[in-house]
C-alpha cells in the first residue's frame, strides 16, 4: 500500500468527529467523543477505517460506564453518518457484553441551524453492527438533540 498517497491527501476521504452530550430516554447523561474517518485508496481502491470513541453515560442511580473503542466501520449519506466500533475497554458493564457497538449522528449545521442530532451507542454482534453501518438500524435508532459539543459530517 501507498502510505504516502493516503498521508498527503491523494486519498478520497469521508469523516464524522464530534463531542456529543444529551440526555437519554431513561434520563442517563451521555457523552461521547468521535473521530470516524474512512480512506478509499485511489490506485488499490483499498478501503481504511480509522478512529477512536470515547464514551460515558451517567446513570440516574449513580452509577457509570466508560468506555474506549476503535472505529471498524463508517458510512455516511449526506448529513447523517453511521459509525461502529469494537471497545478496547469499558468499566460499567455486565461481564460478558459483547465488545461491539455503534451509533448514529446527524450533522445540521452551524450557527442558528438546529442542533445536531444523535444516537445513543447500542451494544450489538459485530454481524449488526456492519450491517448498521452498511445499511442503517431498522426502526431507526432513536436520535436526541446534542446539548453540548459540535458534529461535523464530511461526506
Known amino acids: 500500500m501507498d502510505v504516502t498517497a493516503l498521508e498527503t491527501g491523494g486519498a478520497d476521504m469521508q469523516s464524522a468527529t464530534g463531542h ?3 440526555i437519554g430516554r431513561q434520563g442517563a447523561d451521555n457523552r461521547y467523543s468521535f473521530s470516524a474517518i474512512k480512506r478509499v485508496h485511489p490506485a488499490t481502491g483499498e478501503t481504511i477505517i480509522q478512529g477512536e470513541v470515547q464514551y460515558q453515560s451517567h446513570r440516574p442511580d449513580g452509577t457509570v460506564i466508560d468506555a474506549h473503542g476503535t472505529v471498524i466501520c463508517l458510512e455516511i449519506e449526506g448529513n447523517l453518518a453511521r459509525v461502529g466500533l469494537v471497545g478496547d475497554h469499558a468499566r460499567g458493564l455486565p461481564e460478558g457484553t459483547s465488545p461491539f457497538a455503534y451509533f448514529t449522528v446527524v450533522d445540521n449545521g452551524e450557527g442558528n441551524d ?6 445513543n451507542l447500542f451494544i450489538a454482534t459485530e454481524a449488526v453492527v456492519l450491517q448498521h453501518c452498511e445499511s442503517g438500524h431498522i426502526p431507526a435508532p432513536p436520535l436526541f438533540p446534542n446539548l453540548v459539543g459540535n458534529i461535523q459530517v464530511r461526506p
Do not use: K
Not at 438546529?114 to 444516537?119: E, G, R
Open 114 to 119: 438546529p442542533p445536531d442530532l444523535a444516537s
Open 20 to 22: 456529543v452530550e444529551f
